[in-house]
T-cell receptor, first 111, second 112 residues
Framework: DADVTQTPRNRITKTGKRIMLECSQT?????MYWYRQDPGLGLRLIYYSFDVKDINKGEISDGYSVSRQAQAKFSLSLESAIPNQTALYFCATSVSTGELFFGEGSRLTVL | GEDVEQSLFLSVREGDSSVINCTYT??????LYWYKQEPGAGLQLLTY?????DMKQDQRLTVLLNKKDKHLSLRIADTQTGDSAIYFCAPDRGSTLGRLYFGRGTQLTVWP
């Protein structure tokens, strides 16, 4: 089983719908992240959390929210999806040195 | 300019060496990482170098760091078709470990 698991792996939705992407990890890491990848671009940080009570915005948090339900779970929500949020979303975890461990990605298409 | 710049494409023949170059802007970066992404998969850490080092070798991989010029390179010796992937240079954001800058990635294609 993967150490960092994302669900769903693929999702197609319509403009205006609420979407939640979930991430769970078995690595025991305190730090969790949500990144977005667009074709031809590097990864951009949406939100990150250094522990259950700590949530921080990244570079592109507008239109997104997160919830850290437990040390092992970090979910990303799009309250009202729009087409330019079509992208590949990655959850990641890390230890204090900063090395990131990525999930396999959730591909979201907003029509 | 961008925080991290990499050339977008590199093609090499199987058995040759590949060199992927990266320039970055944040002089406070402490750890500088190289990640590999295969089609349909997440990113995997390949190697990293600490900012007080000039070079790090790890089997077929050699990382060179020129901190003065903020230039990082990844050399893959004896490149194989299985090395075909996208390679990301990712320096950290200095004071906030775990927050990384990511380049756009270099698509490495290895021809048999």
């Amino acid at each position: 089983d993967a150490d960092v698991t994302q669900t769903p792996r693929n999702r197609i939705t319509k403009t205006g719908k609420r979407i939640m992407l979930e991430c769970s990890q078995t690595k025991g890491h305190d730090r969790m992240y949500w990144y977005r990848q667009d074709p031809g671009l590097g990864l951009r940080l949406i939100y990150y959390s250094f522990d259950v009570k700590d949530i921080n915005k990244g570079e592109i948090s507008d239109g997104y929210s997160v919830s850290r339900q437990a040390q092992a779970k970090f979910s990303l929500s799009l309250e009202s999806a729009i087409p330019n949020q079509t992208a590949l979303y990655f959850c990641a975890t890390s230890v204090s040195t900063g090395e990131l461990f990525f999930g396999e990605g959730s591909r979201l298409t907003v029509l | 300019g961008e925080d991290v710049e990499q050339s977008l494409f590199l093609s090499v023949r199987e058995g040759d060496s590949s060199v992927i170059n990266c320039t970055y802007t944040d002089s406070s970066s402490t750890y500088l990482y190289w990640y590999k992404q295969e089609p349909g998969a997440g990113l995997q850490l390949l190697t990293y170098i600490f900012s007080n080092m000039d070079m790090k070798q790890d089997q077929r991989l050699t990382v060179l760091l020129n901190k003065k010029d903020k230039h990082l390179s990844l050399r893959i010796a004896d490149t194989q078709t299985g090395d075909s992937a996208i390679y990301f240079c990712a320096p950290d954001r200095g004071s906030t470990l775990g927050r990384l800058y990511f380049g756009r990635g270099t698509q490495l294609t290895v021809w048999p």
